[in-house]
């Protein structure tokens, strides 16, 4: 069967100074899908790209100043594209975000990245990385589901430095290669990979119901005490036999903060009483039962959620 392969060679050095930043920018999308740069990288940027794609399968190499590119939800819209990228760092940091999580991801690591959601890329320094992308339906096949593990840093696998090694070097000589040398290197870069992967998503599972069991104990802990205006994170997590920065990621990874949660849930309570026409109480009073000290902060946190005055919720409420 005859190999389609392509290689590209780009160099900001054969731009002109004012237009080497957008050309870079368009080379950036050509390859990855369309991203954005901001205003804080240099027109006048100095970078290179080798990049050779084969059946689906594309290894892109490059090296370049500071950076900061965003992919936006209507850049993944416009462009249609859903395949998988393999972020490996060489010579620095870059700073990752993608999925609801933020990364600095480092030498040594790699990070999965779904091009069908928005990403940022940022990097301070001269970074040299290498950027291995799959077609969707391709390392979907063999993980099942690698959204779950998109968006953090993996490092931790038998086999992880010696993939890197292997991806390193193969990067390094992958324009010297003939077209079924670099095809057969590519997919075995391609099952190396998706094989570190894939523990790492059993991994991941087993650590997702860990925290799932343990965010659920935390805000069981919470709605027990709504009705103490001391209430906050260092008691929880005192009681709960872990650190406060934990109860805070535990929150961050569902969306929402510990804060913000505590919060809705007293708003909650509160509406409960309120809707109870067997509660003969005043608005001042059901504040404080719900945690609040402070009525006319109860009062203006109340609108904020129901978009009605606590007395305005109460009158609502269908006779008994």
């Known amino acids: ?38 205003r804080s990288m240099p027109k006048n940027y100095v970078g290179r790209i080798v990049a050779i794609r084969c059946d689906g399968l594309q290894i892109v190499k490059f090296d370049g100043q500071r950076e900061s590119l965003e992919r936006k939800r209507s850049h993944a819209a416009a462009d249609g594209l859903s395949h998988f990228e393999i972020i490996v760092p060489l010579s620095d940091s870059v700073s990752i975000s993608h999925c609801g999580k933020q990364a600095d991801l ?47 840093p993996l490092a931790r696998h038998p086999l992880l430095a010696a993939s890197l090694a292997f991806i390193s070097t193969f990067a390094e000589s992958a324009d010297l290669m003939d077209d079924h040398s670099f095809a057969v290197g590519a997919r075995h870069i391609r099952d190396l990979l998706a ?49 406060v920065r934990y109860v805070q990621s535990l929150f961050q990874s569902a969306g929402t903060t510990a804060q913000q949660f505590i919060r809705e849930q007293r708003l909650r309570y509160a509406a409960d009483l309120l809707a109870n026409p067997y509660k003969k109480i005043t608005v001042t009073e059901i504040a404080l039962a719900a945690g609040f000290s402070n009525s006319s902060h109860f009062a203006s946190a109340f609108k904020e959620l129901f978009d009605c005055t606590p007395s305005e919720f109460r009158r609502r409420q269908p006779n008994p």
């Not at 290689?7 to 100074?17: D, L």
């Not at 959601?117 to 969707?136: D, G, K, V, Y």
């Not at 096949?141 to 593990?149: D, V």
Request: glycine content about 6%; charged content about 20%; hydrophobic content about 40%.
């Open 195 to 243: 094989l570190v992967m894939l523990d790492n998503v059993d991994a991941y599972s087993c650590e997702s119901a860990t925290r799932a069991a343990m965010l659920a104990r935390i805000k069981k802990l919470i709605n027990a005490q709504l009705e103490d205006p001391e209430l906050d994170l260092t008691g929880i997590a005192s009681a709960a036999g872990i650190s």
């Open 106 to 152: 480092s030498p040594g690591q790699f990070m999965a990245v779904d091009m069908s959601e928005p990403t940022n890329f940022e990097h301070a320094r001269s970074l040299t990385a290498i950027a291995f992308a799959f077609p969707r339906a391709d390392i979907a096949g063999r993980l099942g589901s690698p959204e779950k593990i998109c968006g953090q």
């Open 1 to 38: 069967m005859q190999v389609r392969l392509t290689r590209s060679h780009f160099s900001t050095g054969v731009i002109p100074p004012d237009d080497q930043r957008n050309s870079w920018a368009d080379w950036v999308s050509g390859l990855h899908g369309k991203f954005s740069v901001h």
